[in-house]
């Protein structure tokens, strides 16, 4: 039996319950109470080893259950902070789904068992799956935002998106909005900083809730924070609206939860709350916090505990009595207990489970599917300029493509279009794209690699179909974690619930003549080694076309890597293929057939290969060069077979020989075709150092045709 019918009324003080009504006072106590008493049945149930992590949102019930009240299930997108479990049950979360996760159980709707319990994520109430990164979260809802604002202009590229794969979960509404949160450990992360800066500067429907319980495990808030207080650090960012509460409190955080969402959805610009919350539980069970606490620390927070608080002002204003209140929390008790038996019985995910949602059910860039023909035409073009038209190609079919970086855009001042040609990229490899699609579509972004990354994989999310741009692989670090732990993992975490088909561009190499170590950084086996993602890297402009297109249209996450010292070579151009010509990916290109010795290679030392094979066959000696192309997925049909035609193999690459990509693609040939082989599998790459400034030293660093040709007449000895 509902229990609000059972409520004797009582006459309720207006401006003290700012406007609430028995009924939803009642409610949120309900939320708090079921939130609380989730935990604690998990906890018991670590304790008897039946789960295996607990992370409480005790002391955080009272703002979350407030927010959930203003959010709307299925229309605003929740990034939702591992602590928001009463904002998960307010919107729709039921304490089943969240036992389920506990249990790791296959029907565990966040993950299908993959993640720890408290990470979120439901697509049908817009609650996008969160990770275990404190702070990558924010960028992410930025971008969520964006796609908020580009669909309302682009109709078109809402529609497109729902006819994608997974966009039954596609949705806009226009007074949606965008929420996420963290704690005030989170707000440290340079990620936020970046995240408060294009929220501000774009106007963003962006809602920020900061639950500060003081500490961060065992940090406290004032090392954590200058001043101890992140809502007076962020005062000053225009067009915030930032207020501070006592989040303990319902009813104080419904009033100021009330004024800032609607803040947000009158597109006046983003909001914060600063939360004061508590943490009675200790971090997690695997802390104790008598290690760092004092023990008056503990006691004042059990005064502030929002639970006991709430029911003594139910009960004082006369809306509950105290056996109303124990029935409410009987029935509770009941709920949970039923939801932790049947979450007890719940089926587990299967062994051969683990490998589904890596990538993409739906769309195989190696399928067949993507095999075409070049309809070539036209003057012969630069591998730079191809990427720019592939681009415009793209975007003319698809409206759901949008391009951003840093300086990618023409000229981000409008006017100034009229009287400049343009900047479109520092190597121009989107030039005139903003002028031929608006500034919407394509424009610059502050510099910061995290968000660049972070923003598209919100827009991604959300159906949209980013291609960023880092505009050289040496600054690509800061971005690491949103590549690595969130770009990679999104599908594969939410098991197939979420995707992230974005594609970076990302300008990488040497061979520059004065690039210096930080202008000529290789290191795509850092990617490669990363689930999750696709990899290329073309060699000619002809391959840039083709692996681009297919970059795009796949529903993967692709790092499209584009080497700087091929961008305006001569010996690489190719007439343009025509709007749809594709290239799978996972299929090397035949560069050279050969019978004595072949050559596995790719980007910058293709060219070197051949080189060095045109000299070695006026000495009668007959090289097959193969370019991988794509290094992820890589063709070792393509290789097992040069292997066995010429029984000696030669892996040129120009990232370091020590654990560079070829070094993989060695050990699997003598790992895997031992026998084929008449001599050791040779690897020719770049020293283990660093690129000089000084050309002559780069000339040494890097492999170089000489290199090669003295490795194949010493392979050949054997
Ligand atoms: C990027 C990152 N660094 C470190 C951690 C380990 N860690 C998990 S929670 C946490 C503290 C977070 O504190 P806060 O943001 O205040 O949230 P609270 O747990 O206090 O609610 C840390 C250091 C992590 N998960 N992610
Ligand atoms: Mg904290």
Not at 159 to 174: S, T
Not at 266 to 295: C, N, W
Not at 542 to 553: M, P, S, Y
Not at 559 to 564: D, G
Request: aromatic share 8%; net charge negative.
């Amino acid at each position: 039996m509902a229990l609000q019918t059972r409520v004797k009324l009582a006459k309720l003080d207006a401006p003290k319950v700012h406007g609430l009504d028995h009924d939803t006072l009642i409610r949120i106590y309900r939320t708090m109470f079921l939130s609380r008493r989730l935990d604690d049945r998990e906890i018991q149930l670590k304790r008897q080893n039946k789960i295996y992590f607990q992370i409480s949102s005790a002391g955080h019930e009272a703002i979350c259950a407030a927010m959930g009240l203003f959010l709307r299930p299925g229309v605003d997108w929740i990034y939702p902070y591992y602590r928001d479990r009463a904002l998960c049950l307010m919107l729709g979360v039921t304490p089943l789904e969240t036992l389920l996760a506990a249990v790791g159980a296959k029907d565990d709707p966040s993950s299908g068992g993959r993640q720890m319990p408290s990470h979120w994520g439901q697509p049908k109430l817009n609650i996008v799956s969160k990770s275990s990164c404190t702070g990558t979260q924010f960028v992410q809802a930025v971008g969520a935002a964006e796609a908020t604002l580009y669909y309302e202009g682009r109709p078109k590229a809402l529609a497109q998106a729902k006819r994608a794969p997974l966009g039954e979960y596609v949705n806009h509404e226009r007074d949606e909005i965008v929420y996420v949160s963290g704690g005030d450990g989170a707000t440290s992360e340079g990620e936020f900083w970046e995240s408060l800066n294009v929220a501000c500067a774009k106007k963003l429907p962006l809602l920020y809730l900061v639950e500060d319980n003081g500490y961060a495990i065992s940090v406290p808030v004032e090392v954590q924070t200058a001043g101890g207080s992140i809502s007076k650090l962020v005062r000053n960012f225009p067009g915030l609206h930032v207020a501070e509460c006592d989040g303990t409190d319902p009813i104080e955080s419904y009033s100021v939860c009330k004024e800032a969402v609607q803040y947000c959805r009158e597109r006046r610009g983003p909001a914060l709350i600063h939360a004061q919350v508590t943490r009675p539980y200790s971090h997690s069970l695997s802390d104790d916090e008598k290690l760092y606490k004092s023990a008056e620390e503990r006691e004042e927070e059990a005064r502030r505990d929002p639970i006991s608080k709430f029911a003594l002002f139910l009960v004082r204003e006369g809306i509950l009595d105290q056996k109303q209140i124990e029935s409410l929390e009987a029935e509770i008790d009941n709920e949970v207990r039923e939801a932790a038996d049947q979450a007890l019985a719940a089926e587990e995910p299967s062994i051969d489970s683990i490998r589904m949602n890596v990538y993409s059910p739906d769309v195989d860039p190696a399928s067949a599917a993507f095999e075409a023909e070049p309809q070539l035409h036209g003057a012969p073009k630069t591998m730079v300029e191809m990427v720019a038209l592939t681009l415009a190609d793209e975007m003319a079919r698809d409206e759901r493509i949008t391009v951003f970086g840093e300086d990618v855009a023409d000229a981000s001042r409008e006017d100034n279009l009229r009287h400049v040609k343009g900047k479109g990229g520092v190597f121009k490899a989107t030039a005139g794209l903003q002028r031929k699609y608006g500034n919407d579509r394509v424009f610059n972004t502050p510099l910061a690699e995290a968000s660049i990354v972070g923003r598209a994989l919100g827009m991604a999310t959300r159906g949209l179909k980013p291609v960023a741009e880092i505009q050289f692989f040496d600054y690509i670090w800061p971005a690491m974690m949103q590549i690595r732990d969130e770009l990679c993992v999104m599908r594969w975490r939410s098991n197939g619930a979420f995707k992230a088909p974005v594609v970076i561009r990302v300008a990488i190499g040497g061979y520059l003549t004065g690039g210096g170590v930080y202008h000529s950084q290789s290191g795509e086996s850092i990617f490669t080694h990363c689930p999750g993602l696709r990899v290329v890297m073309p060699s000619t402009a002809l391959d840039v076309a083709g692996l681009l297109h297919t970059a795009i249209r796949c529903d993967d996450p692709v790092m499209f890597l584009e080497h700087k010292h091929l961008y305006r070579q001569p010996y690489n151009r190719s007439e343009h293929p025509g709007p749809d010509f594709t290239i799978p990916f996972g299929k090397a290109r035949m560069v050279k057939e050969g019978s004595d010795l072949s050559i596995i290679t790719y980007g910058a030392v293709v060219h070197r290969a051949e080189v060095a094979a045109a000299q070695l066959e006026r000495e009668g000696i007959s090289v097959e060069i193969i370019d991988l192309r794509s290094l992820s997925p890589y063709d070792w049909e393509a290789i097992a077979a040069t292997v066995r035609k010429t029984h000696r193999v030669i892996v040129a690459y120009e990232d370091m020989l020590s654990w560079g990509y070829g070094a993989e693609i060695a050990a699997r040939i003598a790992d895997e075709l031992f026998e084929e082989l008449d001599a050791p599998v040779r690897r020719v790459a770049a020293m283990d150092t660093f690129c000089a400034y000084q050309p002559k030293l780069e000339d040494v660093i890097l492999p170089q045709t000489s290199h090669i040709t003295a490795a194949v007449k010493q392979l050949l000895e054997y």
